[in-house]
């Protein structure tokens, strides 16, 4: 009996140390035969971003947009959620965007629509949304969403921000940042 109470432990044992990495195991063969995600896909998950690198039995490697190299256990990635950004062939872009009060909004409207009609990148199907969805406190916001291909969305996100700050200068439109008046009185 005492023989096999100490194989029972060391099985026990042996067990329990075994267990993350058949759970890793486990999680790398459900990855591989339901495929949520491939080489070169970009994915949010276990609070990391970055392109798919490798996809091994026990875990998966990914690259962060810094080139950081990331292991992510294939045990957590299958258990928990996560964003494949690279599943669809179009995304939205989402910006909001400012004007000063007393601007002119059909103006601002006018604008943001032109820049994004000139832009080939922007999908004309949706038809891009601009509305007013703001009166904060120091500006009138805009929601602006355009679809584009996924390829485009950085791209696509970084220069209309740059665009909208140039021509909304050279047409008269403030983008407003947040400010404070002081008033001092003497007694």
């Avoid at 990855?31 to 392109?51: H, N, R």
Wanted: aromatic share 10%.
């Amino acid at each position: 009996t005492s023989l096999v109470a100490i194989l029972g432990a060391a099985g026990l044992a042996i067990g329990m140390a075994l267990s993350g990495t058949l759970q890793n195991f486990a999680g790398g063969v459900m990855i591989l035969l339901f495929k949520p995600f491939k080489v070169g896909d970009v994915l949010e998950a276990q609070g990391y971003l970055g392109s798919v690198h490798a996809i091994h039995i026990f875990n998966t490697i990914i690259k962060t947009g810094d080139n950081k190299t990331i292991i992510i256990p294939n045990g957590n990635l299958s258990n928990s959620s996560m964003t494949n950004y690279t599943t669809e062939s179009k995304r939205r872009v989402d910006w909001t965007f400012g004007i000063g009060y007393g601007d002119d909004v059909d103006k601002a409207r006018s604008v943001i629509k032109r820049l994004a009609d000139e832009d080939d990148r922007i999908h004309k199907e949706p038809e891009i949304f601009i509305a007013v969805s703001a009166l904060a406190d120091s500006s009138v916001n805009f929601a602006v969403r355009a679809w584009v291909d996924t390829a485009n969305y950085w791209p696509v996100h970084f220069d209309m921000n740059e665009k909208i700050y140039k021509t909304f200068a050279k047409e008269g439109l403030n983008i407003p940042f947040p400010q404070m008046d002081v008033h001092v009185h003497k007694d």
